[in-house]
């Protein structure tokens, strides 16, 4: 039960990571632990300095990791991940896609 349990979970992040690729969401590490040190950031320009971040929280194994989304104010891009936002805001903490899309629709279709 437990096997079949994390196999589903795991097909579940590999799904949303291939969705935040179709979303055209770049990749960067975070490297101030201001989502989560050492985590992969994900994330979207939804218009000027702002940011729609999907932190993933990726503890080993794959299957109990999960993933939170915040907007976030940047002077620019490339600083993502190795320098502190201007502004953040939490939207959704364990986002799950099934149920939580319609609190993101808004932003991602930008």
């Known amino acids: 039960m437990k096997a079949k349990l994390r196999k589903q ?7 949303f990571l291939k969705i935040l690729k179709d979303w055209g969401c770049k ?3 975070d ?3 201001v989502y989560n ?3 992969d950031l994900y ?10 971040i999907f932190a993933h929280n990726t503890p080993k194994p794959i299957w ?3 993933f939170d989304v915040l907007t976030a ?3 620019s891009e490339e600083i993502i991940g190795s320098e502190d936002p201007v502004k953040f805001e939490e939207v959704v903490f364990s986002y799950n896609h099934k149920n939580d899309f319609h609190l993101i629709k808004g ?4």
Request: charged share 25%; hydrophobic share 25%.
């Open 43 to 52: 994330f979207k320009n939804i218009g000027g300095n702002q940011y729609l």
């Open 73 to 75: 104010i940047y002077s």
């Open 27 to 29: 990749k960067t590490i």
């Open 64 to 66: 109990n990791s999960g």
């Open 37 to 39: 040190e050492g985590s």
């Open 31 to 33: 490297k101030t632990g």
């Open 9 to 15: 979970k795991t097909e579940i992040i590999e799904s």
């Open 107 to 110: 932003l991602i279709e930008r």
